[in-house]
């Protein structure tokens, strides 16, 4: 899960990190007042999504009309496919020196890695690009935590205007921030040099672990839900991992591999698959809500059934589909197959109560769902 | 990673209802189940075997154990797993899904330390046929784990078994199969599978079946340069749009990381054949086998 400057920046102050004071503003006006409060600000988009600068999300005011100026440009903008409801209103700094400091779950170390950059502003990869040991990388176990020597030693020879004490310290913050939250990355982009000799959090990237949502109930309130389409939404409400693509090949199956398998394979016979929609896992109960939220898109012409159960009962999400199936009686061309798991049984509903038998494989059923798709487009 | 039948298989959360199911269906099919564990149900008798209290307790007081089996809840799981390793245990099949990536990664820093072997997590787990199997796999049915000569590992459960039914159907079998889980962060990586049934007796040619996301693929195919077995290969999610976890929190691409594209290239760079779909993989094991 996402979280926009404003909702981040508090969990870094929270772990003693300095960030400007700020105000979170929906209209012109708050912005105004906002600046008469704070005094010279920059006027920031907020939206869970990076280049706000290039998109022209980010001005300067020092006066309450240029605040209220930029605000209204920046309100309803378009970056990156987000509307800009708010803006963060922040206090204007005399930067002297830039740096980068993140860190971040990596899959290979297994491991929490630290970051640190002393050109921060640009994005890391391009600066690692630029030199390749401009880019600092400390991987830490977890179970001890980053310590401070580890800190130090990350940032030796590093062109650091003699701060290295100071910033390991943040890392060490940062890293203790990190834990607290259940983040997969915590990036500080810029973390500034302030004229004064201040070390400041210009900007914060938070995206936390979606599996630890559910330990972090209070902060994840504050996190920008992921954009989705109204049958996206039906689906997460039922529990179902439902994704809308542009397609009219209707696709069910169980398990993440096998659903794009089976939106592969309709692709591989010349059609489009109309969604994801995986009832594995803990899901496979739910073969009602399933097939109802497959038929709801109005765009499908025929629909594929792909079953191989191991831990997923073919029988038991047979039985939920027939179920929805008898009582929608829908006009639409559908092909199965099923293997796996209480297959045999699951064969034997469908030729009682459908009056159908599967098709041999994947194959058959996904070019069969291809071929009816395009007869009914003709 | 490969669990075979003289492993002594220890089940955590063996009274729950999936843990009840799975572990009669293992021990039908021979594995060899020695206890399982739950608190509250100390003292015991489930499923034949004795419960304890804890893994510690079971490695103490009764017959100990190999390998352990989690049907755990998501929170719970970095406790029971952290009590398996510390008594002792020489593999676990961690098969939760959704447990918070920390956890995780806590979990595989002391593994890694006292050489324990984690399979997954969110892995359906794995098959032996002919011996044993751990996990949630339907290793009883004869059309998809006929045992024989071909490898297979598999990121997904529900595609790895598909690609085992369509081995089985082309005349082949399966010597191993080992599931590794659809997370980002996992034990036994892509690489570590392909290189245990590379090294497995009785195995003549390896099936990978991988996903989009993350460079694990990539990583395997470092390894598979330099086998002599061949290796046919079947990457999911070619027609996902990027940007979206398709299921697994892994499969995802980012920008111009974790494609098919670079997944495929890489394969077939380092000699394995890639399909594409997985109903090809019987004649690719007729023409690389002979």
């Known amino acids: ?378 | 990673m490969i669990v075979r039948g003289t492993d002594r298989v220890l089940i955590q959360g063996i009274t729950g209802k999936q843990g009840t199911f799975w572990t009669e269906r293992m021990q039908e099919y021979g594995t060899q189940i020695t206890g399982g564990v739950n608190p509250k149900k100390a003292g015991t008798e489930h499923c034949g075997v004795p419960v304890y209290g804890s893994a510690k307790d079971a490695m103490a007081d009764g017959d100990g154990f190999d390998v352990s089996v989690l049907f755990i809840p998501p929170l719970g799981v970095r406790d029971a797993a952290m009590d398996a390793i510390e008594a002792g245990a020489k593999g676990l099949v961690i098969l939760t899904e959704h447990i918070p990536v920390q956890d995780v990664m806590y979990v595989l820093a002391a593994a890694r330390e006292r050489g324990c072997a984690v399979t997954g997590p969110n892995t359906a787990g794995g098959v032996t046929p002919g011996e044993c199997f751990a996990g949630f796999m339907p290793a009883f049915n004869e059309k998809i784990f006929k045992k024989g000569n071909v490898g297979v590992m598999s990121r997904s459960g529900s595609l790895g078994t598909l690609i085992c039914l369509n081995i089985v159907q082309a005349g082949y079998g399966i010597s191993a199969f080992v599931g590794i889980g659809g997370d980002p962060i996992i034990g036994t990586t892509t690489r570590d599978a392909v290189t245990a049934l590379d090294n497995f007796p009785g195995t003549d040619a390896v099936v990978m079946v991988g996903e989009i996301g993350g460079a694990m693929e990539e990583d395997a195919a470092e390894y598979v340069a330099g086998m002599s077995k061949p290796v046919a290969a079947f990457i999911a999610g070619g027609a996902a749009p990027a940007g979206k976890k398709m299921g697994h929190a892994g499969a995802i691409v980012m920008g111009d990381k974790g494609t098919y594209a670079s997944k495929k290239s890489a394969l077939e760079a380092a000699g394995a054949t890639v399909m594409a779909t997985p109903s090809h993989v019987g004649d690719i094991l007729k023409e690389r086998l002979g």
């Open chain 1, 1 to 378: 899960m996402n979280f926009e400057e404003h909702a981040g920046k508090p969990v870094l102050a929270e772990h003693g990190i300095v960030v400007p004071d700020g105000r979170l503003c929906t209209t012109p006006d708050q912005a105004a007042q906002a600046q008469s409060e704070i005094g010279p600000v920059v006027v920031k988009a907020q939206v869970p999504t990076g280049k706000r600068g290039k998109a022209g999300g980010i001005k300067i005011a020092d006066t309450p009309d240029e605040a209220r100026a930029a605000a209204a440009a920046i309100l309803g903008m378009d970056i990156g496919g987000n509307t800009v409801e708010s803006v963060l209103i922040e206090g204007r700094q005399t930067i002297a020196r830039e740096f980068y400091a993140a860190v971040m779950n990596d899959p290979v170390s297994k491991g929490p890695m630290v970051l640190f950059s002393a050109l921060g502003g640009m994005d890391v990869e391009e600066a690692a690009e630029q030199d390749a040991d401009a880019v600092r990388r400390q991987p830490v176990d977890i179970r001890r935590g980053l310590e401070v020597a580890e800190a130090r030693a990350m940032l030796a020879g590093l062109d650091i205007a003699g701060l290295g004490d100071d910033i390991a310290e943040i890392l060490v913050k940062l890293y203790g921030a990190y834990r607290a939250v259940d983040a997969e990355l915590l990036e500080i982009n810029p973390l500034a040099l302030l004229d004064g000799g201040d070390l400041v959090a210009l900007d914060c990237k938070f995206v936390m672990d979606d599996s630890g949502i559910k330990r972090q109930e209070a902060l994840s309130d504050k996190g920008t839900p992921d954009k989705l389409t109204g049958l996206e939404a039906e689906g997460e409400a039922k529990g179902l991992k439902y994704i809308e693509l542009d397609g009219d090949v209707g696709v069910l199956a169980n398990g993440a591999g096998l659903t794009m398998t089976t939106m592969d394979v309709v692709r591989h016979h010349g059609g489009v698959p109309a969604n994801f929609l995986e009832m594995g896992g803990e899901a496979y109960t739910k073969g009602t809500d399933a097939l109802r939220l497959v038929l709801d898109n109005p765009k499908i012409k025929s629909l594929v059934i792909n079953f191989c159960g191991a831990f997923a009962r073919t029988d038991v999400m047979t039985d939920g589909i027939l179920t929805a199936w008898e009582e929608l009686e829908p006009e639409m061309p559908v092909f199965w197959s099923v293997h796996g798991t209480g297959d045999v049984e699951a064969v034997a509903m469908l030729k009682e109560r459908l009056g159908i038998e599967p098709l041999p494989d994947m194959d058959e059923a996904c070019k069969a769902a291809v071929e009816a798709a395009r007869e009914a487009n003709r």
